[in-house]
């Protein structure tokens, strides 16, 4: 079936250093993509979204890339902090009228002082 | 402050005995949505609603009942709660009108049914 999937499961990074974390997609149909951060003990947090028309969108200290050819979506952080230590999901919009979103498992990011 | 709140956000209960956990958001918007986070299974929809009196089912419906009297109230009912829906929940809610909105999630509920 259709799924969101993500290439890692962990990353570890220092702070200060740059950090991708990737995703890809298996659905064509989906048209919406978003980011969202979790932290321990709450829900996800919207980080930034790109919808499929875009390849690049860029937030505050956040990037997120689309590769619609080979179907792959990633977050770069830049210069990441120690509050960036979350779980960090992909979600999909497929197209479809009821909105749902559909998850990737999660990419744990630690960052280390 | 724009929100989703749940209540309540932890529970430990026994199997059978009819539980609700509410959901209320107070940013006006139509679409609201209950999930199940699970270890290895990511976020899973239970149920939906696009409006007031309009709700359908998502992936995971067994077990549960929603309903939508109001534009902002969105509870989730479990009948007769049983072991495996043990599980960390969520609702959310966005604006409709388009595909590209995000959905705004609360801090989830931790049910417990023992």
């Known amino acids: 079936g259709e799924s969101v999937g993500l290439h890692l499961p962990t990353l570890s990074v220092q702070e200060g250093d740059n950090s991708i974390i990737n995703c890809a997609y298996s659905?064509?149909?989906?048209?919406?993509f978003i980011w969202y951060k979790q932290e321990s003990g709450k829900g996800p947090q919207f980080i930034i979204d790109?919808?499929?028309?875009?390849d690049k969108r860029q937030g505050q200290r956040v990037t997120v890339l689309l590769n619609k050819t080979v179907k792959h979506l990633s977050l770069q952080i830049a210069a990441t902090q120690p509050g960036d230590s979350a779980v960090y999901f992909c979600a999909e919009n497929s197209g479809g009228s009821n909105y749902k979103l559909t998850f990737g498992k999660g990419t744990l990011l630690t960052v280390n002082p | 402050e724009a929100q989703v709140t749940q209540n309540p956000r932890y529970l430990i209960t026994v199997t059978g005995k009819k539980l609700t956990v509410t959901c209320s958001q107070n940013m006006n918007h139509e679409y609201m949505s209950w999930y199940r986070q699970d270890p290895g299974l990511g976020l899973r929809q239970i149920y939906y609603?696009?409006?007031?009196?309009?709700?359908d089912k998502g992936d995971v419906p067994e077990g549960y009942k929603v309903s939508r009297k109001e534009k902002r109230n969105f509870p989730l009912i479990l009948e007769s709660p049983s072991p495996n829906q043990t599980s960390l929940y969520f609702c959310a809610s966005r604006r409709t009108g388009g595909s590209n909105q995000p959905q705004h999630f609360g801090d989830g509920t931790r049910l417990s049914i023992l």
């Open positions: 609603s696009m409006n007031v009196e309009v709700t």
């Open positions: 790109i919808r499929s028309n875009m």
């Open positions: 659905n064509s149909a989906s048209d919406y």
